[in-house]
């Protein structure tokens, strides 16, 4: 069983900067990829960036340059870091942290706001 932990989030003014961490626990060598989706009230989940096998990292168009990803791994966790800077209001929403191993496992969410 893996779980699944994210930290971080609140409420920043546009163009500030926030960060988010996640912690997988578990078999952190079954854990090939993990990653972020965003999800803002009344619209679709979407893909934001992910950490994969051999710290190839992929970005939402809408975030390259303004979000970067990192991996860090110990011995039961692996824990992902979103660092977001350039802030939209846009960028509010939802942000839900996954694990990928037989199949994705996902965190509860956590809530960002930019707003002024």
């Known amino acids: 069983q893996v779980e699944v932990v994210e930290s971080g989030g609140g409420l920043v003014e546009p163009g500030g900067s926030l960060s988010l961490s996640c912690s997988a626990s578990?078999?952190?060598?079954?854990?090939?990829?993990m990653g972020w989706f965003r999800q803002a009230p009344g619209k679709q989940r979407e893909f934001v960036a992910v950490?994969?096998?051999?710290?190839?990292?992929?970005?939402a168009d809408s975030v390259k340059g303004r979000f970067t990803i990192s991996r860090e791994d110990a011995e039961t966790t692996v824990t992902v870091s979103l660092q977001m800077s350039g802030l939209k209001p846009e960028d509010t929403a939802v942000y839900y942290c996954?694990?990928?191993?037989?199949?994705?496992?996902w965190g509860k969410g956590i809530q960002v706001t930019v707003s002024s």
């Open positions: 996954y694990a990928a191993l037989d199949k994705n496992y």
């Open positions: 578990g078999n952190r060598l079954s854990i090939h990829g």
């Open positions: 950490h994969g096998r051999g710290g190839v990292t992929n970005y």
